[in-house]
């Protein structure tokens, strides 16, 4: 990361880093997206163009706001079983649930991580998704402000 800030003809004006909190190891990289921003802190060292954001627990969680559409592509009946996605856990992590749910739904397909994630999002408001997961609203608002528009509150 140190190397995107500081070298070539036009050093990067910042750098923005995702993780997920989930990434199948075992034991987890990490605790909690807290315990992921703060190492890959760690490993940058101090630099105000860095800004480090981690996924609680997977990218899936950020999807979980839209599981009307995910039945719907799957033909499942699965239902939701969550107050706040980012918190649905290392046990059972977003992914996996989307797994089972593609796996038992009616349309006798895997989940595609690449193909169904921009279907789940297409015609979707990711406002919903940002205001129902507290990580997502931090990453967008870092990509908007360091693009000098507007964040959400």
């Excluded at 989930?22 to 909690?32: E, K, L, Q, V």
């Excluded at 630099?47 to 706001?65: G, N, S, Y």
């Excluded at 921009?118 to 997502?136: G, H, Q």
Aim: net charge positive; hydrophobic share 40%.
């Amino acid at each position: 990361m140190h190397l995107l800030l500081t070298t070539g003809r036009e050093p990067a004006d910042a750098v923005i880093a995702l993780t997920a909190v989930y990434t199948g190891t075992n034991p987890p990289d990490f605790a909690d997206a807290a315990d992921a921003r703060e190492k890959m802190r760690q490993w940058v060292g101090l630099e105000d163009r860095f800004h480090p954001h981690a996924a609680q627990h997977d990218f899936e969680a950020w999807l979980l706001p839209y599981w009307d559409k995910i039945q719907r592509l799957a033909g499942s009946n699965l239902k939701a079983h969550w107050s706040s996605p980012e918190q649905v856990n290392h046990g059972n992590p977003p992914s996996r649930r989307f797994i089972e749910a593609f796996r038992t739904g009616k349309t006798g397909r895997a989940y595609s991580k690449t193909c169904d994630a921009a279907r789940i999002l297409r015609d979707k408001d990711l406002l919903v998704s940002a205001r129902a997961c507290p990580e997502l609203k931090a990453f967008r608002n870092t990509i908007f402000t360091l693009s000098g528009a507007e964040k959400i509150g």
